[in-house]
């Protein structure tokens, strides 16, 4: 059986607009994902995060470098700056859950019911944190999910995700979920939210970007699109870029 390469399953990830369908670009599809330099050896940016602690950052940071991690074909969630979007999400509306029922009753819902815990995004994304650092330190001799080797933060990745990992204050697999629909989300949005940084995402996928019309190139069939990304504040790639 032929296997699926990481820009196919990126590519159906974005048609079918949900981080779900991909599955960890390849980890399921029969390959590893490439180990990378141990994440506890790159500084996390300081100044850069509106509400993650250092330790919240260098655990994010670490976790999208794994979800998605940087191959031959381009950039990962790491280089693309998918913390930055995270943490710009948590700190603003979304992270509020200000458009959403958070009254009550709070009763174990079926999946299909959609997000069903009492605690707002960024109080997930806190609480769950300082629970997978807990378990980490417990059982990887003092370590934080960020100081462990690639293959051992699989490893808790893959436990959070099955629910084999227990955590105090939240459920994991509810975290997990959460995170790697945000992974997503940030590695393919517009770069003016703070991710998709260089365009990663769109490259990989080949999405020129929301450039004003295509009059010229609409009957170019079979042609490969001359021009590069545009995101909605310029061509830079970056959210403070100019056209």
Same mark, same amino acid.
């Given at each position: 059986?032929?296997k699926i390469?990481r820009?196919?399953?990126?590519?159906?990830?974005?048609?079918?607009?949900?981080?779900?369908?991909?599955?960890?670009?390849g980890?399921?599809? &029969?390959?590893a994902?490439?180990?990378?330099? #141990?994440?506890?050896t790159?500084?996390v940016?300081?100044?850069?995060?509106?509400?993650?602690?250092?330790?919240?950052?260098?655990?994010?940071?670490?976790?999208?470098?794994?979800?998605?991690?940087?191959?031959?074909? &381009?950039p990962?969630?790491?280089?693309?700056?998918?913390?930055i979007f995270?943490?710009?999400?948590l700190v603003?509306?979304?992270?509020?859950?200000?458009t959403?029922?958070?009254?009550?009753?709070?009763?174990?819902?079926?999946?299909e019911?959609?997000?069903?815990?009492?605690?707002?995004?960024?109080?997930l994304?806190r609480?769950?944190?300082?629970?997978? #650092?807990?378990?980490?330190?417990?059982?990887?001799?003092d370590?934080?999910f960020?100081e462990l080797?690639?293959?051992?933060q699989?490893?808790?990745?893959?436990?959070?995700?099955?629910?084999?990992?227990?955590?105090?204050?939240a459920?994991?697999?509810?975290f997990? #979920?959460?995170?790697?629909?945000n992974? =997503?989300?940030?590695?393919?949005?517009d770069?003016?939210?703070g991710? #998709?940084?260089a365009?990663?995402g769109?490259k990989l996928? &080949?999405?020129? =970007?929301?450039?004003?019309?295509?009059?010229n190139?609409?009957?170019?069939?079979?042609?490969?699109y001359?021009?590069?990304?545009? &995101?909605?504040?310029?061509?830079? =790639?970056s959210?403070?870029?100019?056209?």
């Amino acid at each position: 059986m032929r296997k699926i390469t990481r820009r196919e399953m990126l590519q159906t990830s974005a048609l079918a607009g949900s981080a779900s369908a991909v599955s960890w670009f390849g980890i399921r599809a &029969g390959q590893a994902a490439p180990a990378t330099t #141990n994440p506890a050896t790159t500084p996390v940016p300081t100044g850069s995060y509106s509400y993650f602690t250092t330790a919240e950052a260098a655990f994010v940071d670490a976790a999208i470098g794994r979800l998605i991690p940087a191959d031959e074909l &381009g950039p990962g969630a790491r280089e693309a700056s998918v913390a930055i979007f995270i943490d710009r999400q948590l700190v603003g509306s979304y992270g509020r859950a200000d458009t959403w029922y958070m009254q009550g009753p709070w009763k174990t819902g079926a999946p299909e019911q959609g997000y069903q815990l009492r605690l707002t995004p960024a109080q997930l994304y806190r609480v769950a944190i300082e629970g997978v #650092n807990k378990y980490c330190r417990q059982h990887f001799g003092d370590k934080t999910f960020a100081e462990l080797a690639a293959d051992e933060q699989d490893k808790v990745l893959h436990g959070l995700e099955s629910g084999a990992i227990e955590l105090a204050a939240a459920p994991a697999k509810e975290f997990f #979920n959460m995170l790697w629909q945000n992974t =997503g989300e940030g590695y393919f949005a517009d770069p003016m939210y703070g991710g #998709n940084r260089a365009f990663a995402g769109w490259k990989l996928v &080949g999405f020129p =970007g929301p450039r004003y019309n295509y009059i010229n190139e609409i009957e170019q069939y079979g042609k490969p699109y001359p021009l590069p990304p545009v &995101g909605l504040k310029g061509r830079s =790639g970056s959210d403070g870029g100019k056209d």
